[in-house]
């Protein structure tokens, strides 16, 4: 059925051009023929059957990485304990990857209630994602206070490992990770991910021993 509404109209566009336009009846079969080879190309080139195709769908890294650090941070609290509402509308801006809006709701929280160390936590994650990766003095005061306030959560502390790691500073990364797993209850369900984590990052750094040292290729 695809093919009638073309056919239907290359015959109106030869009906237009010999009766209308008063081609000579010399060139009807030229121009007929260049018709055919038109229809023709179509046919071998074109698929007017096929459906249109939707637009790959765009890849938005800058929410991908804020659902994955708003999860991350709350494998540290119970589960069942829901952060305070600044808290929760932040994350959603965490998750659309508008981390400046985030880091304003959560000055909201602090400023609400200065002892919310969870709250703390995510200001530093957010000041640390709205400047690009950068450790700012905001986000390391913002780091210290939820220390401050929660210092039985290991949560400040990895991340603010994970700040600098990020900031090109893998050396403090692996005092503090090191540190922190040596603090670490042995029950604690967060040392064995903590331990992998570490693992990895020696290896990729290179390594050798619990010395701080890391090896570098020439």
Do not use: C
């Not at 603090?183 to 050798?208: C, H, M, N, Q």
Request: glycine letters at 8%.
């Amino acid at each position: 059925m695809s093919w009638l509404p073309i056919l239907i109209l290359t015959a109106l566009v030869f009906a237009l051009v010999v009766f209308v336009l008063k081609l000579p009846r010399t060139l009807w079969m030229l121009f007929g023929s260049a018709l055919l080879f038109g229809l023709a190309g179509y046919a071998a080139q074109g698929n007017p059957g096929q459906p249109s195709a939707p637009a790959s769908p765009v890849r938005d890294d800058a929410a991908q990485s804020g659902e994955l650090m708003v999860e991350a941070r709350r494998e540290f609290y119970p589960e069942g304990r829901l952060p305070s509402r600044f808290v929760v509308t932040a994350d959603a801006f965490t998750r659309r990857g508008q981390h400046d809006q985030a880091a304003n709701f959560l000055r909201n929280a602090v400023a609400e209630n200065p002892k919310d160390g969870e709250a703390w936590l995510a200001l530093g994650n957010a000041l640390v994602e709205h400047a690009g990766g950068r450790l700012t003095a905001a986000a390391l005061y913002a780091y210290s206070q939820a220390e401050k306030v929660s210092p039985e959560n290991p949560a400040p502390t990895y991340f603010l490992g994970l700040a600098f790691l990020r900031a090109g500073e893998p050396a403090n990364t692996l005092t503090l990770w090191r540190e922190l797993l040596e603090s670490a209850p042995a029950d604690a369900e967060w040392r064995g991910p903590l331990a992998a984590r570490l693992e990895r990052l020696e290896a990729i750094l290179g390594v050798t021993e619990r010395d701080g040292s890391v090896e570098t290729e020439e």
